[in-house]
């Protein structure tokens, strides 16, 4: 069961242009809502994270949206530059049993163009 | 600092054989996680370990194991290969179990053939 739903697949934007990535998730027990930059052959970097106590949260150039009503969050990029092409991960976890665990999304792949 | 390291960063094994992946967290943290990327797919967890004690395991099959040692480091075991382990294994290292933010290594690259 994919508890998280990211969308689109993949986006092309031209330079200085804004990337919107969405996700949608179901359960309402999520705590945390992460998301992630991943360049091939590297691992999955923390770019910026929220909680559902928050309906915005901006960082630099990126900025995470959410709607706990509509149970979706999304990230926003703002003056998109070509070094911003990577994967995109919008992640979910809830802090159980003391762990935590990140249900990831599918991965949104961003092309920044000149 | 340095941040997570992961070895090897690459491996190729046989259907049927054993693989050892490794794992060394950011110093300080004392919490490990284990997650499995498939290409063109967002990383799956597989276990959370925290002083030593597993903290969480994902849907996996029990060829898949893990431990942590004092030192924190963390290693991954899998048993009897199956083509469909082929996947970058990633390892996730966080301050403590109960806190949210996972800083990820570059990750194992299996290849079973």
């Known amino acids: 069961q994919q508890q998280v739903k990211q969308s689109p697949q993949s986006l092309i934007v031209q330079k200085g242009g804004i990337s919107i990535i969405n996700c949608a998730y179901e359960n309402t027990a999520f705590d945390y809502f992460p998301w992630y930059q991943q360049f091939p052959g590297k691992g999955p970097a923390l770019l910026i994270a929220i909680r559902p106590d928050v309906s915005e949260k901006k960082e630099g150039r990126f900025t995470i949206s959410f709607n706990k009503s509509a149970k979706q969050f999304s990230l926003h990029i703002m003056d998109s530059q070509p070094g911003d092409s990577a994967t995109y991960f919008c992640?979910?976890?809830?802090?159980?049993?003391?762990?935590?665990?990140?249900?990831f999304g599918t991965g949104t792949q961003l092309k920044v163009e000149l | 600092d340095a941040g997570v390291t992961q070895s090897p960063t690459h491996l190729i094994k046989t259907r049927g054989q054993h693989v050892t992946l490794r794992c060394s967290p950011i110093s300080g943290h004392k919490s490990v996680s284990w997650y499995q990327q498939v290409l063109g797919q967002g990383p799956q967890f597989i276990f959370q370990?925290?002083?030593?004690?597993?903290?969480g395991r994902g849907n996996f099959p029990d060829r898949f194991s893990a431990r942590q040692f004092p030192n924190y480091s963390s290693e991954l075991n899998v048993n009897a290969l199956l083509l469909g382990d082929s996947a970058l294994y990633l390892c996730?290292?966080?301050?403590?179990?109960?806190?949210?933010?996972?800083?990820f290594g570059p990750g194992t690259r299996l290849t079973v053939t």
């Open positions: 370990y925290y002083e030593k004690e597993e903290r």
């Open positions: 992640a979910a976890s809830i802090l159980t049993g003391g762990g935590n665990k990140l249900t």
């Open positions: 996730a290292s966080s301050r403590l179990a109960g806190v949210n933010e996972q800083y």
